[in-house]
């Protein structure tokens, strides 16, 4: 029994012609600056986002946390929201190893933060407190799309109040399709962005944290400090390089299959929250195991949870959609 797997769009597999661009990848050493595949991805998505430089490093969460460093010293701050990855599923990586003091604050329903809680909360000058830094927006965020006027609204007001804006765009390019819009056109209102190469995306490790040259500069020198210089890594920047040229508008399938697995789930009457990209939230409750094992039995797999989150991807196909359907009008048959 092939299986389904709706916990994240993490668990693709390397396509045929990404195994191939692999392969075939021209390889140097990258920690001297040598392996021309590397270059060439830090390169072409530093172009296509806007930014001055690029830096590849082996996952998002030390993308987010060389960007982190590369903006705030020991004793700064950066305000964040309670659900966000860097905050929430990185560790604690900003304060353990940056000594970077968080300042979460509670998400909006649309996965905005209020910017008038967020200046709300930015510090005096004083020495009792810690200076603030950075505001770190996540794009998307649990599948939802920031408004391009949001951005803007971000972007004016971290430049009015002397603070740098960071993007953590793991999903970055879901936004961009779901708009309709090049990438870039989101993240030009960003000071730096990282951009997770292994979601949706397809490749199976990379992310690549883009900036200034002065910020990159600082973040190559930090992630020799966390252990992040890599070698003949141009194998892995290929499947990078490949995702970006022939796996970027498929995205939109995925958007469509969670759409139609959103719609058919209510139509059972299950309760979904609104579904924007490649996400579908079911509010399941204290059903979430015995739904995640009756699933299991059918060859689909889920984490359960009480609001359970169920991820399409590149190996979710269309015609899977109306299998894990039936599978849940079952469970609630059952
Ligand atoms: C997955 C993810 C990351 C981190 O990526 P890893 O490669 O798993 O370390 C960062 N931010 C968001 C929003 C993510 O979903």
Do not use: W
């Amino acid at each position: 029994m092939s299986v389904i797997d709706l916990r994240s769009d993490t668990v693709t597999l390397p396509t045929t012609g990404m195994r191939e661009a692999m392969a075939r990848a021209e390889l140097g050493d990258d920690v001297y600056g040598e392996d021309p595949t590397v270059n060439r991805l830090e390169a072409t998505l530093a172009e296509r986002l806007g930014f001055e430089a690029g830096l590849f490093v082996p996952t998002g969460t030390m993308s987010n946390l060389l960007g982190l460093m590369a903006h705030c010293g020991r004793g700064d701050e950066y305000i964040v929201g309670q659900q966000a990855h860097t905050y929430k599923y990185e560790g604690g990586g900003a304060a353990v190893l940056g000594s970077i003091q968080p300042q979460p604050i509670d998400g909006e329903a649309d996965g905005s933060l209020d910017l008038a809680k967020v200046e709300a909360a930015i510090k005096q000058d004083d020495f009792h407190f810690a200076r603030t830094r950075l505001l770190a927006l996540e794009n998307t965020m649990q599948g939802k799309v920031l408004p391009q006027s949001y951005l803007a609204a971000a972007r004016e007001m971290t430049r009015r109040r002397g603070l740098g804006l960071h993007l953590d765009g793991a999903r970055l390019y879901n936004a961009a399709v779901k708009l309709g819009v090049d990438a870039g056109e989101i993240t030009r209102y960003f000071d730096s962005v990282s951009v997770c190469l292994s979601k949706g995306l397809g490749a199976p490790v990379g992310s690549v944290l883009c900036g200034s040259t002065e910020l990159i500069g600082k973040a190559r020198r930090l992630r020799k400090m966390v252990g992040g210089g890599m070698r003949q890594a141009g194998g892995l920047a290929a499947a990078g390089l490949y995702a970006l040229d022939h796996q970027v508008e498929r995205l939109a399938e995925d958007h469509v299959n969670a759409e139609t697995l959103g719609r058919e789930l209510a139509g059972l009457g299950y309760g979904i929250e609104p579904v924007q990209t490649n996400m579908v939230y079911v509010d399941i409750g204290a059903q979430a195991s015995a739904l995640g094992a009756f699933l299991g039995e059918r060859g689909i797999r889920v984490s359960p949870a009480p609001r359970l989150r169920l991820v399409t991807h590149l190996d979710v196909k269309g015609t899977d959609i109306p299998h894990i359907v039936e599978a849940f009008a079952a469970f609630r048959r059952n």
